[in-house]
């Protein structure tokens, strides 16, 4: 199984200032087809995720463009320019590689604060 | 605009049968182009997956949990529904259906979401 291990767990942030939230996969998410499925979602408190970031890179229609993904083979990353108020919840990310999901295809959750 | 809701009983006694129905409006359940699946999340944990089907009926089951569950969809109704047997306080947690797309390998859309609590 692939393990997806997020960090930091908490992330205090200043309004304004940058964030970022590491995700590392176990085993390598370079697809045969050459893609990497590496996906970041976000959960606002009381509400249902929401995808933010597909194919590592890739942001969804409405997803302001603060928010950036990165990273290759096992090494990833979300970043946040400038943090809003907005931005409180907690972020996943999320393995496609091995499809379809069968168990832990999730990291454990990033809790991004505001101090 | 897709939409995704679940609907069944929010309370479960133990050792009972756990069953939870997704409607799938503003899309069709039959296409080719993704799986539709159940994900769950203990209150103030993360995100476990279930398991997932194909509009054919091929299902996807995560190992912990293989043994109690089932998915089945119904393609007349545009449903898909999630059988969890034998629950446990430990099966509590908010219940969410969603779309998988094949061509970003991704879940596109969710339901809001269900509680349903094991309690005698």
């Known amino acids: 199984d692939v393990v997806m291990t997020q960090s930091p767990l908490s992330l205090p942030v200043t309004l304004g200032q940058p964030a970022s939230i590491s995700c590392r996969s176990s085993?390598?998410?370079?697809?045969?087809?050459?893609?990497?499925?590496l996906n970041w979602f976000q959960q606002r408190p009381g509400q249902s995720p929401r995808r933010l970031i597909y194919?590592?890179?890739n942001r969804d229609s409405g997803v302001p463009d603060r928010f950036s993904g990165s990273g290759s083979g096992t090494d990833f990353t979300l970043k946040i320019s400038r943090v809003e108020a907005e931005d409180v919840g907690v972020y996943y990310c999320?393995?496609?590689?091995?499809?379809?999901?069968?168990?832990?295809?999730f990291g454990q959750g990033t809790k991004l604060e505001i101090k | 605009q897709l939409q995704l809701q679940e609907s069944g009983p929010g309370l479960v006694k133990p050792s009972e049968t756990l069953s939870l129905t997704c409607t799938v409006s503003?899309?069709?359940?039959?296409?080719?182009?993704?799986?539709w699946g159940w994900i769950r999340q203990p209150p103030g944990k993360g995100l476990e997956w279930i398991g997932s089907?194909?509009?054919?009926?091929?299902?996807y089951y995560n190992p912990s949990l293989k043994s109690r569950v089932t998915i089945s969809v119904d393609t007349s109704k545009n449903q898909f529904s999630l059988k969890l047997s034998s629950v446990t306080a430990a099966d509590t947690a908010v219940y969410y259906c969603?779309?998988?797309?094949?061509?970003?390998?991704?879940?596109?859309?969710w339901g809001q979401g269900t509680l349903v609590t094991v309690s005698s």
């Open positions: 969603a779309r998988l797309e094949m061509a970003t390998r991704s879940v596109d859309y």
């Open positions: 503003g899309g069709s359940i039959s296409s080719s182009s993704y799986y």
């Open positions: 089907i194909y509009y054919s009926g091929s299902t």
């Open positions: 085993q390598s998410l370079v697809y045969s087809d050459g893609n990497t499925y």
């Open positions: 194919k590592v890179s």
């Open positions: 999320m393995q496609g590689t091995h499809w379809p999901p069968i168990s832990s295809c």
